[in-house]
Nanobody, 115 residues
Framework: QMQLVESGGGLVQPGGSLRLSCAAS????????MGWYRQAPGKQRELVAT???????NYADSVKGRFTISRDNAKNTVYLQMNSLKPEDTAVYYC?????????WGQGTQVTVSS
């Protein structure tokens, strides 16, 4: 069993920045891929970005050039740096991890972009 704990969400004005963090309760060296997904009210959960164990990143077209995913294996943590935020980025952001023990989701953190 593994837990993922997200932090860093909040309210920000359009054009602002936030950094989300997701800490895993077990060693990141047993985690293949970590990622961020988001779900806006009334919409399906969608991929935001993923990062593999070798550091290769993948982004949704809607966030390319604005968001950056990174991971620190020594801290068992994945980050999502979000810049130039737009109102349409408003959603609950979920961390996920694919590991040797299975697939896990975090509890989610709310990001609201509004003036």
């Amino acid at each position: 069993q593994m837990q993922l704990v997200e932090s860093g969400g909040g309210l920000v004005q359009p054009g602002g920045s936030l950094r989300l963090s997701c800490a895993a309760s077990r060693s990141a060296f047993n985690i293949y891929t970590m990622g961020w997904y988001r779900q806006a009210p009334g919409k399906q959960r969608e991929l935001v970005a993923t990062i593999s164990s070798d550091g290769s990143a993948n982004y949704a077209d809607s966030v390319k050039g604005r968001f950056t995913i990174s991971r620190d294996n020594a801290k068992n943590t994945v980050y999502l740096q979000m810049n130039s935020l737009k109102p349409e980025d408003t959603a609950v952001y979920y961390c996920d991890a694919t590991t040797v023990w299975g697939h896990y989701w975090g509890q989610g953190t709310q990001v609201t972009v509004s003036s």
